[in-house]
């Protein structure tokens, strides 16, 4: 059973999901398909996941596809609901846990992909984010991409990730709280003052990207609507188009220096106001004692340089 354990005092929980250890490790793209290793993700070994949720195809062949994690960190059949405990409050981690499997290529990655084959990934992290949002116990749903070893990445072949749970997590939290002490929408106004910074990285017509004024990760970067949307699945198929093209310009550029990354997308929580965002989090600096006792980071590449980076 996956247990879920709270912080003796704070809002702070930790999955104990055993079976996790069991991952297949494969972070190099030519480790596939050689006598030692297959590749769980590639064409042919659709067998060797769990049944297939969705896919999207291009002919008689899949281009992107979506199934359950085979190593999860929440299920669906355990108990949605999380009984007070004291210091030891704990309860079962219940949800849906999803991998996305965003090509058939194993050896591009999401960087490499066109804009439309870009948009086809978002509009189904849309898609599962509006079906997940619906079941019975899910508060909230969390999608997120690890690239590289130092992003968290177990498989190369390029894949995203989904956690619907019964937790909204802190993070998320922190910033709803933080909003509500404004009159309006503090993010509209800071992607108006964004835009005309040292910090700006890309605009079109719908979407603004730039660099954070005080990071926690060098190169670390957001992607925002300009219109205020609660969510992913509130946008246009031109937003969409617009979003890929916000993506498409950033990814390249990590990908020309070889940077590992993380990526996420934080929306609203059902009933509730935020400007929906994705953050960007290249995994270029590692956190130490300080970072961890503090919650305090130590940046070696100014957000204005690392605007003029993504600018060039």
């Known amino acids: ?11 702070r929980w930790s999955y104990i999901a055993l079976g996790r250890g069991k991952r297949p490790q494969e972070t190099e793209a030519d480790a596939c398909c ?3 290793a297959v590749c ?12 297939e949720i969705g896919r999207v195809v291009d002919g008689e062949e899949w281009k992107v596809r979506w199934f359950a994690n085979k190593f999860p960190a929440v299920e669906p059949e355990l108990h949605k609901e999380i ?6 409050t704990k309860g079962e981690g219940f949800g849906f846990h999803e991998v996305i499997a965003e090509t058939p290529d194993h050896t591009r990655q999401l960087a490499n992909l066109s804009r439309e084959e870009l948009k086809d990934v978002l509009k189904i992290y849309a898609q599962r984010m509006a079906e997940l949002s619906q079941k019975d116990g899910v508060k909230y749903v969390q999608i997120f991409k690890n690239s590289g070893a130092e992003g968290g990445c177990s498989i190369a072949h390029s894949h995203s990730q989904i956690i619907a749970g019964n937790l909204v997590p802190r993070y998320v939290k922190e910033k709803m709280e933080a909003v509500k002490k404004y009159e309006k929408c503090p993010y509209c106004e800071i992607i108006e ?4 910074s040292e910090r700006f990285v890309f605009a079109n017509e719908n979407f603004l990207a730039f660099t954070t004024f005080a990071p926690r990760f060098n190169y670390e970067v957001m992607i925002f609507p300009k219109k205020h ?23 390249s550029k990590l990908a020309k220096i070889g940077a590992p990354y993380n990526f ?5 929580p059902t009933g509730e ?4 965002h994705f953050e960007i989090t290249p995994r270029m600096n590692t956190w130490a004692g300080f970072e961890l006792a503090t919650e305090s980071y130590v940046i070696t590449t100014s957000p204005e340089e690392a605007a003029a980076f993504y600018r060039e």
Not at 1 to 6: P, W
């Open 264 to 268: 996420y997308l934080h929306v609203a």
């Open 83 to 88: 009984e007070p405990g004291g210091f030891y």
């Open 273 to 276: 106001d935020l400007h929906f």
């Open 1 to 11: 059973m996956i247990e879920l354990r709270k912080d003796y005092i704070l809002d």
């Open 193 to 196: 003052k964004e835009e005309k």
């Open 34 to 36: 050689t006598a030692n």
């Open 229 to 251: 949307y609660r969510n992913l699945t509130e946008i246009s198929e031109k937003e969409f188009e617009d979003l890929a093209e916000a993506f498409e310009k950033i990814l």
């Open 40 to 51: 769980y993700f590639c064409p042919g070994n659709e067998n060797m996941t769990p049944p």
